[in-house]
């Protein structure tokens, strides 16, 4: 019976298992190391037959298979957000490199130095979710990081961005299935 699913679609670096019925040798026709022996992706899949691998998803979007025997599984990585949030989250626009001193009288001293690009700062907010989407985020969440960036869409102001995590995640649960949940995004110049 095959256990390979087929499509999948993953987020960037995240570490998903495939196993199969009887021993195989896989393939995968993404490039790099991307088949492991263990669940924290540590130790590269040698080529042996074995039933089950680990795969860590690139983290640049894009399209490839994961292959045992007969059984093919077409991957599809995205790198994006993973869930839309709620309105009603905050949205700060500020300038990188940007530093003000403002004077008691009311005058104010300004410089440069960094490049002075306008960047974005949202503390999203994701309110009576189902547990799946907070575990979708979390997922995300640890394979982005502190310092791995990814793309996010403001659909109210229709603009695109490359961003990082600005915060760890804060979780109010609502009941046994139910959450809230917030996070902090920061634009980061590309």
């Given at each position: 019976?095959?256990?390979i699913?087929?499509?999948?679609t993953?987020s960037g670096?995240s570490?998903?298992?495939?196993?199969?019925?009887a021993?195989?040798?896989?393939t995968t026709s993404?490039s790099?190391?991307?088949?492991?022996s263990d669940a924290q992706?540590t130790?590269?899949?040698?080529g042996?037959?074995?039933?089950?691998?680990?795969?860590?998803?690139?983290?640049?979007?894009?399209?490839?298979?994961?292959?045992v025997s007969?059984q093919?599984g077409?991957?599809?990585?995205?790198?994006?957000?993973?869930?839309a949030p709620n309105?009603g989250?905050?949205?700060?626009p500020?300038?990188?490199?940007?530093?003000?001193n403002?004077k008691?009288?009311g005058?104010a001293?300004?410089?440069?130095?960094?490049?002075?690009?306008?960047?974005?700062?949202?503390k999203?907010?994701?309110?009576?979710r189902p547990?799946?989407?907070?575990?979708?985020?979390?997922?995300?969440?640890?394979?982005?990081h502190p310092?791995l960036?990814?793309t996010?869409n403001?659909?109210w102001?229709?603009l695109?961005?490359?961003?990082?995590?600005d915060?760890?995640i804060?979780?109010i649960?609502?009941?046994p299935?139910?959450?809230n949940?917030?996070?902090?995004?920061a634009?980061v110049?590309v």
């Amino acid at each position: 019976m095959p256990v390979i699913p087929n499509p999948i679609t993953l987020s960037g670096n995240s570490i998903q298992l495939f196993t199969t019925d009887a021993p195989g040798v896989w393939t995968t026709s993404f490039s790099g190391p991307r088949l492991f022996s263990d669940a924290q992706a540590t130790i590269a899949y040698g080529g042996a037959p074995v039933s089950g691998v680990y795969f860590k998803a690139p983290n640049t979007p894009g399209s490839g298979t994961i292959a045992v025997s007969s059984q093919v599984g077409n991957i599809t990585i995205i790198t994006g957000f993973p869930v839309a949030p709620n309105y009603g989250y905050d949205m700060t626009p500020d300038k990188l490199g940007v530093v003000q001193n403002v004077k008691r009288d009311g005058s104010a001293n300004a410089r440069i130095l960094g490049t002075g690009t306008t960047v974005r700062k949202y503390k999203l907010v994701f309110n009576n979710r189902p547990k799946s989407e907070y575990l979708t985020m979390q997922a995300f969440w640890d394979g982005h990081h502190p310092h791995l960036t990814f793309t996010y869409n403001d659909l109210w102001l229709n603009l695109s961005g490359t961003f990082r995590f600005d915060s760890t995640i804060k979780i109010i649960p609502l009941g046994p299935s139910r959450c809230n949940f917030e996070v902090a995004i920061a634009q980061v110049e590309v």
